[in-house]
Structure formats: structure tokens, C-alpha cells
């Protein structure tokens, strides 16, 4: 049997330096002068994300003093087993998550 036993321990660091997570943009609106701002996660990283955990994304708008966009996100790992192989393209949901690891909050 193949099988996946055990879920990621929600809080567990991921030690890696630069965690880039390709195809992934985080966009948030500026609450005070409405600018639009944006990462791409492929080249900014975040740094030793915690599953499960907030990490701070945050922007400071160029537009005004003061101005700060601030939000968290949390990184939620997937894991699959192939079973079958197949040459068609499948696309991912939005976050390339298949199944979540997540465990209990
Ligand atoms: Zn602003």
C-alpha cells in the first residue's frame, strides 16, 4: 500500500532562506489612497514561512507618507501520490494545492 501518514505540524518552520513560490502574485489595494501594489512570490520570497502561520506581507506606498498595505499569508503545503502517470496537462487549482496537509487550526 502506498499511502501518505502524518500532516505538517501547523507552526513548523520551513527552513528555507528564500521561499519562492513561482506563478504566485500577492496584489493588495492601498487603504488610503487606493494604489494598487503587488508581489510576485516567483521573485520576492518569503523568508522561513511557518506552515500554517500568518507571515506579514506588507507594501509601503510611494504615493504618501504614512501609507501602509499590510496583510498576512499563510503557506499550506500539499502532497499527492500519483498513482497514474498520464501525458495530459492537468492545470492546478489557483494554488497548486491538491490535497491539504493543513491539519487542524
Ligand atoms: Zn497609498
Redesign the pocket.
Known amino acids: 500500500m502506498t499511502e501518505i501518514i502524518g500532516v505538517p505540524t501547523v507552526g513548523k518552520e520551513i527552513d528555507v532562506k528564500r521561499f519562492y513560490i513561482p506563478g504566485v502574485t500577492v496584489r493588495a489595494e492601498?487603504p488610503?489612497?487606493?494604489?494598487v501594489h503587488e508581489s510576485d512570490l516567483g521573485v520576492d520570497y518569503l523568508s522561513y514561512p511557518e506552515l500554517g502561520k500568518p507571515e506579514p506581507v506588507y507594501f509601503i506606498?510611494e504615493?504618501?507618507e504614512d501609507?501602509y498595505?499590510e496583510f498576512d499569508v499563510e503557506v499550506i503545503i500539499g502532497l499527492t501520490i500519483v498513482l497514474a502517470r498520464s501525458d495530459e496537462e492537468t492545470p492546478l487549482n489557483p494554488l497548486g494545492i491538491t490535497h491539504d496537509l493543513s491539519g487542524p487550526r
Request: aromatic share 0%; proline share 0%; glycine share 20%.
Open positions: 492601498c488610503e489612497c487606493g494604489a506606498c504615493d504618501g501609507h498595505v
